[in-house]
């Protein structure tokens, strides 16, 4: 592609800055994302390429080169729409944000049977302790930069759809209209996920035995944390993990038919117990293994499942100790 020489002129005066200013904002919103890395954001981004940049001032949209506001820009992927405000707001304090700029989610109109990208855009600058005007001496904080904010969804669509529709060498209708009718799904799975908890209450409920189980040991559990019966800091990270760990432990060692009445007898032997003799060295899911065992509510003699028994299981449950002769164990080598 041919540009003309004066835009590679200005593009390599800004290119330093440009620079500067790409990693400072990296360097905060990588930072950002990886505080926030449990709730799933990430981040991706670019320093726009001179012929993209030729490619946008011949849509005539830019009366002047101060006008270009994306020669850096950024991308924070989030979960669900439901995490946007928060995105926003740590932007707003971060940034000197430009806020007749800023384009909002739906603030665009559009016609209902349209479908076209609508992501959220921060247009902003870097925070400057000087406040004096120094629009003719360039520098950092001078340079605008973009800020997107998609859902994991949106992002999928437009890295998918993108260089095939968008950077092709032909125009093709159907291409274009597949985009648009992919982008209406991307839209529809968006608001299912916001809606997800009322959505799911009209889908009708199914007796799959497995989800039965589970949806008893989460219940009970949680019942046991909520009366103290177990200390909070045994509480897993994710319960319905838990839950699967100890279906598929169960499964494996007794009919199906008998898993609820020995997760019964768990339940009924930590209600007994005093939360203070309840230990706190090994996990929650040793601890119900410890039972199942040192009851003798399971039998151990099976080929199929690999048991994480360590030394202090056994140091506090020495009736464990017979299941160091069993290859079924997990090795920390």
């Known amino acids: 592609m041919i540009y003309p020489d004066i835009l590679k002129r200005k593009y390599r005066q800004y290119q330093p800055w440009v620079e ?32 993209s940049l030729a ?15 994306d020669l850096f820009a950024c991308t924070i992927i989030i979960p ?14 971060t940034f000197e944000v430009i806020q007749n700029k800023t384009v909002k989610r739906g603030q665009n109109k559009k016609s209902p049977d349209t479908f076209k990208f609508d992501s959220t855009r921060i247009y902003a ?16 904080y001078q340079i605008k930069f973009e800020i997107q904010i998609k859902s994991a969804f949106e992002h999928a669509w437009s890295v998918s759809t993108h260089d095939l529709v968008y950077k092709s060498s032909e125009i093709d209708w159907k291409k274009l209209r597949l985009a648009a009718q992919i982008k209406a799904t991307v839209e529809q799975l968006d608001i299912l996920i916001l809606a997800f908890e009322k959505t799911s209450e009209v889908i009708k409920d199914n007796d799959y035995q497995e989800i039965k189980h589970k949806k008893y040991f989460a219940k009970e559990i949680n019942n046991l944390f909520e009366h103290k019966k177990i200390p909070d800091e045994l509480y897993p990270k994710d319960m319905s993990r838990f839950c699967d760990n100890l279906y598929r432990l169960l499964i494996n060692v ?17 209600q007994s117990t005093k939360t203070s003799l309840i230990p706190r060295s090994i996990s929650l899911f040793q601890y119900f293994i410890s039972i ?27 009736e464990t100790v017979g299941i160091k002769d069993i290859d079924d164990i997990f090795e920390y080598e």
Do not use: M
């Not at 990296?26 to 390429?49: A, H, M, P, W």
């Not at 490619?55 to 506001?69: A, H, P, Q, Y």
């Not at 669900?80 to 304090?93: G, R, Y």
């Not at 040192?294 to 099976?302: E, N």
């Open 254 to 270: 007794v009919e199906e038919k008998k898993i609820k009445e020995k997760a019964k007898n768990v339940i009924q032997k930590i």
């Open 125 to 140: 600058q870097l925070k400057s302790n000087n406040h004096i005007n120094q629009e003719n001496q360039l520098s950092i």
């Open 80 to 93: 669900t729409l439901s995490h946007e405000k928060e995105v926003i707001e740590f932007c707003q304090s």
């Open 55 to 69: 490619e946008k001032i011949e849509t005539g949209r830019f009366k002047k080169w101060s006008d270009l506001d």
């Open 20 to 51: 500067e200013v790409a990693k400072k904002v990296k360097e905060t919103l990588l930072n950002f994302c990886d505080t926030n890395i449990n709730k799933g954001y990430t981040f991706t981004s670019r320093i726009k390429t001179i012929e």
């Open 292 to 318: 199942l065992i040192s009851d003798k509510i399971i039998d151990v003699s099976t080929n199929t499942y690999y048991f994480h028994i360590t030394k202090e299981v056994i140091d506090l449950y020495p």
